[in-house]
Structure formats: structure tokens, C-alpha cells
């Protein structure tokens, strides 16, 4: 079993550069959310998606997009990458119904320079 | 302002001893609350929840305690074993479909 899995694990950009972070989950989870972790602050929640062809935004959207075109991927996209946006980004999904617990991926270190 | 704040950075316990680690919350909306584990370089691990209609919940090793008219749980790890070693999140969701809410970690370190 895959689970959730992200794509690239590791990645370098330039500031100004734009790029998109994919999220598959094989589950047939309804719900998906991008989450970033820096050093002493947690997990924060950047967007998520209850379903096909929804997003919504969470504690801290900016400079971020994202897209869920298929139930099975949630790709975020940076437009233009800042140093700030630096961190640990995680996805994960869950099955609909309240209390359900969230599976994470491995994570992807992007560095912004 | 956090909803969700785990105020031990770190705990050190020896092999074979109890580990209690501690999350206090501030949003009375918050439905489930659950524990995460998570090692190096890897994503967070689901270990065990409780919903706010109880007050224990366990699961082999590990016990979390729900207080909610003090909005504070624990988790217990009983006995501690050496691969206990991670980084455990505390975090809270309501009913919604709206993800979850964490707090900072806590690094918990099991020496032998």
C-alpha cells in the first residue's frame, strides 16, 4: 500500500521561481490538506479539499495555490518561491466523517534561496 | 494566538518508565483529539484519539486522558522503549471537514 505519497522530496529553487508540489493518495479519501513545518512552530494547515474540484483555504494561504482536478491528487503550486516559503511541506488526506484520522506523506524540503 | 499548545519542548525518561506527555487547548469546538509520532525526515504517524465524549482512551502501551472542563489531555506511554524516540504532536479537530489543528511537539527522548 502506497498510502500518500509526494513529489519531489527534495527541492532547490531560486527566489521568483515558480513551482508545483504533487500529492497522490491511493485510499479513495475525500479529504486532502498541505500542511508546512518549521522549526518550533508545528504543522500549520496552508489549503485543503473536501472533494474533486474543491479547495479552501487554511491558517496561512498566501503565495500559495492549489488545484484538485482528480479525487486521488492535490497539487500546490508557488508561483513565485520567496526565502519565507522555506520549509517542510506535508500532505495528507482522510476519509470523510467527523473524527477521522489523517494519513500523512513523507514530506518535501523545499529550500528558497 | 495558539489553540493548541504542548509547553514541554522536550522530556527525557528512562527505558522501561512511564512517559506522560502533555497538550492544553484553548477552542471549545474542538471534537477529537489525537497523538502523532514522528521520526526524522518522515511524515507524522497516527497513534491513538479520543473524542470529547470520553475521558480514556488505549491502545496497547499508550492511554490518553481527556480533562475537558480543564482542556488539557495527556498521553502515556507505559512501559517507554527505546523506539518511543520521536517528536509527538498533540492535535484537535471539530466536526468539520477543516483539518487539524497542532501543537508544537514535543521531543520525547528514551534512554536506556
Known amino acids: 500500500n502506497a498510502g500518500v505519497t509526494q513529489t519531489p522530496k527534495f527541492r532547490v529553487l531560486k527566489t521568483g521561481q515558480s513551482m508545483t508540489l504533487l500529492c497522490a493518495q491511493d485510499?479513495?479519501?475525500?479529504?486532502m490538506y498541505w500542511y508546512r513545518q518549521d522549526p518550533g512552530m508545528g504543522l500549520r494547515l496552508i489549503h485543503y479539499?473536501?472533494?474533486?474540484?474543491?479547495?479552501a483555504k487554511g491558517e496561512v494561504p498566501d503565495g500559495y495555490n492549489v488545484s484538485r482536478l482528480k479525487k486521488q491528487n492535490f497539487l500546490l503550486g508557488l508561483e513565485s518561491a520567496a526565502p519565507s516559503q522555506t520549509s517542510v511541506y506535508f500532505c495528507?488526506?482522510?476519509?470523510?466523517?467527523?473524527?477521522?484520522?489523517?494519513?500523512f506523506g513523507q514530506g518535501t524540503r523545499l529550500t528558497v534561496v | 494566538d495558539q489553540q493548541v499548545k504542548q509547553n514541554s519542548p522536550s522530556l527525557s525518561v528512562q527505558e522501561g518508565r512511564i512517559s506522560i506527555l502533555n497538550c492544553d487547548y484553548t477552542?471549545?469546538?474542538?471534537?477529537?483529539f489525537l497523538w502523532y509520532k514522528k521520526y526524522p525526515a518522515e511524515g507524522p504517524t497516527f497513534l491513538i484519539s479520543i473524542s470529547s465524549i470520553k475521558d480514556k482512551n488505549e491502545d496497547g502501551r499508550f492511554t490518553v486522558f481527556l480533562n475537558k472542563s480543564a482542556k488539557h489531555l495527556s498521553l502515556h506511554i507505559v512501559p517507554s522503549q527505546p523506539g518511543d524516540s520521536a517528536v509527538y504532536f498533540c492535535?484537535?479537530?471539530?466536526?468539520?471537514?477543516?483539518?487539524?489543528?497542532f501543537g508544537k511537539g514535543t521531543h520525547l527522548i528514551i534512554q536506556p
Open positions: 492535535a484537535a479537530m471539530g466536526r468539520g471537514a477543516d483539518g487539524l489543528t
Open positions: 495528507a488526506s482522510r476519509q470523510q466523517g467527523a473524527g477521522t484520522e489523517a494519513f
Open positions: 485510499m479513495n479519501h475525500e479529504y
Open positions: 479539499s473536501v472533494g474533486e474540484g474543491t479547495t
Open positions: 477552542n471549545s469546538m474542538f471534537d477529537y
